[in-house]
C-alpha cells in the first residue's frame, strides 16, 4: 500500500492501476474454489487502501462502491462471485458434465457445504461447492445444476439463460449485497420510506 501511495504521488492514476491488476491477481484460481469470507474481505480491504487517500476511518464499502460508480467492477468481490458462478454456468451452458452428474455434485457439495445452515468455507473442495458457497453469500440458491432462486431479481435457468446473462445477475447481486452492508453499518443513509 505503501508504494501505492508513493505511485499517487507520483501522478499514477492508481484507481486504474488497481482495476488493471489488483482484482484479476487476488482473484485467480477463485473459479475452482472461490473465495472464503476473511480472504474477500482482506483483499476487499487491499484494493479499498490503494484507492482512497491517505487517511484512516473510512468505510470500505463506501470506498469501493465510490470507486466503481454505477457500473464499474474494480472491487474484487465481482470477481470473487462472477468466476464461480459464471464458470458453473458455463459448465451447465457447454454441457461439460451430464445434467445428472452437474445434479450429483451440486447435491454433494451441499450437503457437505451449508450442512450447518450458513456456508463453510472450510469444507469448499471444488467447482460445485465453490458456486454454492458463493451463491450462499449474495442470497442465491440452487434448487438443481440448472435453476438458481435470487432473493433481488427473477430466478435463472441455467440451460436456458445463457453465462453472460448469469453473470450480469451476479454483478447486479454483488452490488445490492454491497449496498445491504453499507445500509447494515450507516441505517440512516436508506430511509424506510421515500423521503421526497
Given at each position: 500500500v505503501?508504494?501505492?501511495?508513493?505511485?499517487?504521488?507520483?501522478?499514477?492514476?492508481t484507481t486504474q492501476l488497481v482495476r488493471a491488476t489488483a482484482a484479476p491477481t487476488m482473484a485467480y484460481g477463485?473459479?475452482?474454489?472461490?473465495?472464503?469470507?476473511l480472504h474477500l474481505l482482506n483483499a476487499r480491504r487491499l484494493c479499498a487502501k490503494a484507492v482512497a487517500p491517505i487517511g484512516g476511518g473510512k468505510a470500505l464499502d463506501a470506498i469501493l462502491l465510490g470507486a466503481d460508480g454505477s457500473a464499474g467492477t474494480l472491487d474484487v468481490a465481482f470477481s470473487a462471485h462472477t468466476l464461480p458462478l459464471g464458470?458453473?454456468?458455463?459448465?451447465?451452458?457447454?454441457?461439460?458434465q451430464p445434467v445428472a452428474a452437474l445434479n450429483t455434485a451440486?447435491?454433494?457439495?451441499?450437503n457437505t457445504?451449508?450442512?450447518?445452515?450458513?456456508?463453510?468455507?472450510?469444507?469448499v473442495i471444488g467447482p460445485a461447492a465453490a458456486?454454492?458457497?458463493?451463491?450462499?453469500?449474495?442470497?442465491?440458491?440452487?434448487?438443481s445444476a440448472t435453476h438458481v432462486r435470487r432473493t433481488h431479481g427473477p430466478d435463472l435457468d441455467l440451460s436456458c439463460d445463457?453465462?453472460?446473462v448469469v453473470t450480469a445477475a451476479v454483478r447486479h447481486d454483488v452490488r445490492q449485497w454491497r449496498l445491504n452492508r453499507i445500509s447494515a453499518k450507516h441505517g440512516a443513509l436508506v430511509p424506510a420510506s421515500p423521503d421526497h
Open positions: 505503501a508504494r501505492i501511495h508513493s505511485l499517487r504521488a507520483c501522478g499514477i492514476n477463485t473459479e475452482v474454489m472461490g473465495m472464503a469470507n464458470t458453473w454456468a458455463k459448465a451447465v451452458w457447454e454441457k461439460w451440486l447435491a454433494h457439495a451441499q457445504v451449508l450442512a450447518s445452515g450458513d456456508a463453510s468455507w472450510a469444507k458456486a454454492v458457497a458463493t451463491a450462499n453469500r449474495i442470497g442465491w440458491t440452487f434448487t445463457p453465462p453472460c
